[in-house]
């Protein structure tokens, strides 16, 4: 199993951007997904996260009301839609899945790269 993220870029304050990941290969079961971030010096930070059907969403409240995550038509893809975005936003993004270990992110993606200037 793999998770493969993109969408990351540079942007301005008060931009937007959306990042995607897909994962492939097979899972046993339904399975929630989510998105860490981690920017230089500091410890990686929760983000979002989504159910596998996509109606229960939970945020950090750093993000509430700016960031919205969403699940594919395809289950297998979380999109996180990122709007208002701060220099603060500023880290790589990982995308990660809760496959075969409830409750617990057990795999993750490559990361990919959020810049906002000011």
């Known amino acids: 199993v793999q998770l493969q993220a993109s969408g990351g870029g540079l942007v301005q304050t008060g931009g937007s951007l959306r990042l995607s990941c897909e994962t492939s290969g097979r899972a046993n079961r339904d399975y929630d997904m989510g998105w860490f971030r981690q920017s230089p010096g500091k410890e990686r930070e929760f983000v979002a996260q989504?159910?596998?059907?996509?109606?229960?969403?939970s945020y950090a409240d750093s993000v509430k009301g700016r960031f919205t995550i969403s699940r594919g038509r395809a289950k297998n893809t979380v999109n996180l839609q990122m709007n208002n975005l701060r220099p603060e936003d500023t880290a790589v993004y990982y995308c990660?899945?809760?496959?075969?270990?409830?409750?617990?992110?057990?795999?993750w993606g490559q990361g990919t790269q959020v810049t906002v200037s000011s």
């Open positions: 989504v159910t596998w059907r996509g109606r229960v969403a």
């Open positions: 990660a899945a809760k496959l075969f270990v409830p409750n617990e992110f057990t795999y």
